[in-house]
T-cell receptor
C-alpha cells in the first residue's frame, strides 16, 4: 500500500501568520495534486506538480515538489480566515489512480 | 457549467439496512469515480468507470457494495447490508478523460460533488 503522510494533522494559527504543511511518501510520484476541502463540500483542485523541484504559486500559496518527487509542501503566506479548510495531497504512482493523504485540517483564527 | 450532482446529501440508516446513492457527473465526462471518505481521513477510491465499463474496483468491498453506470452517464452506489463502519461521506467525481499514465492536464482533472454523508446506527 502506497501511503501518503501529511503533517501536521491539525493546525490552528492567527490571521496574518505564515504556515507550511507537508506531504511525504516512501514512493516516487509521477504527479502530485493539492486539494482544499471545505465542510460539506467535495475537494477542489488547487494545483498539480509533475517535475521534481517544481515550484508553483497561486496567490499567497506556494507549492513545492521535492527533487526526488517523494514529497511536497504547501506554504501559505499571511493566512486569512478564508484559507480555513482540509488540505489534501493526492499522488499518482505511475497510473491514473489517485491516492489521497490523510489531510491537514487548517483553522485560521481572525 | 453545472458541477457533479449527488443525492441525497444526508442519509441515516440502521445497520443491516440497504442504502443507495446517486451521482450525475458533469456533462460529457467519460470517467466517473466513487470515493469513501471516513471522518478524519482522505478519500479512498472505491470504483472507477470509463463510460459504462468498470476500470478499477479493487478496493470495493464486493460482498456488500455494488455500483453501476448503465448508460454511461448517471451512476448509483449501493450498500447492502450496511455496517457501522460504513459511516462516511461518499464522494462522486468525474473527469473528461481517463489519464492512463499520461501527465495530468485539463482533460483528466477530477471534479468532485459535495458528497452524501451516511450515518449507520
Amino acid at each position: 500500500t502506497q501511503l501518503l503522510e501529511q503533517s501536521p494533522q491539525f493546525l490552528s494559527i492567527q490571521e496574518g501568520e505564515n504556515l507550511t504543511v507537508y506531504c511525504n511518501s516512501s514512493s516516487v510520484f509521477s504527479s502530485l495534486q493539492w486539494y482544499r476541502q471545505e465542510p460539506g463540500e467535495g475537494p477542489v483542485l488547487l494545483v498539480t506538480v509533475v517535475t521534481g523541484g517544481e515550484v508553483k504559486k497561486l496567490k499567497r500559496l506556494t507549492f513545492q515538489f521535492g527533487d526526488a518527487r517523494k514529497d511536497s509542501s504547501l506554504h501559505i503566506t499571511a493566512a486569512q480566515p478564508g484559507d480555513t479548510g482540509l488540505y489534501l495531497c493526492a499522488g499518482s504512482f505511475g497510473n491514473e489512480k489517485l491516492t489521497f493523504g490523510t489531510g491537514t485540517r487548517l483553522t485560521i483564527i481572525p | 457549467e453545472a458541477g457533479v450532482a449527488q443525492s441525497p446529501r444526508y442519509k441515516i440508516i440502521e445497520k443491516r439496512q440497504s442504502v443507495a446513492f446517486w451521482c450525475n457527473p458533469i456533462s460529457g465526462h467519460a470517467t466517473l469515480y466513487w470515493y469513501q471518505q471516513i471522518l478524519g481521513q482522505g478519500p479512498k477510491l472505491l470504483i472507477q468507470f470509463q463510460n459504462n465499463g468498470v476500470v478499477d474496483d479493487s478496493q470495493l468491498p464486493k460482498d456488500r457494495f455494488s455500483a453501476e453506470r448503465l448508460k454511461g452517464v448517471d451512476s448509483t452506489l449501493k450498500i447492502q447490508p450496511a455496517k457501522l463502519e460504513d459511516s462516511a461521506v461518499y464522494l462522486c467525481a468525474s473527469s473528461l478523460v481517463l489519464s492512463w499514465g499520461r501527465p495530468v492536464g485539463a482533460k483528466n482533472i477530477q471534479y468532485f460533488g459535495a458528497g452524501t454523508r451516511l450515518s449507520v446506527l
